[in-house]
């Protein structure tokens, strides 16, 4: 009599998706000669509802295009909708010292994030000019 041998995959649990994200705007259509913003940062996701920034910089890029950039931390949670968290600024001129680098900066929401990243815009006044980058969060996946 031949015996099968029965092999049961057990759940791994899921791992985080930690690590850096960079996020890159430009001024113009065409990337003129190179105006715009930076933001970036090293993301530690915590838990389901948490993730963590550090070394997280935005940056004015030169040369000046006299619009200032602005960035902060999103999250896209698992219903869909989105958490965002305060506006940092670069507030000095594309030749002034960057802001940050800062660490320990938490997003926390009340429901799953199901990834997480860094929008960064240029204010052009009577609108904002974006982009953004995310990783996933292996604890909702």
Known sequence: MASAALLVASPMPAMAEDGPVYAR??????????????????LNFTSARSVTYNNWTINDICPGDNYRVIARARAQLRDGSWANGTWHEDDGTCDSDAWGPYDGRELNTSRDIMKAGLQVCVDLGPSLKCEAEYRDNGHTS
């Open 25 to 42: 705007v430009w001024t113009y259509p065409s990337g003129g000669s190179g105006e715009g913003g930076e933001t970036r940062a090293d």
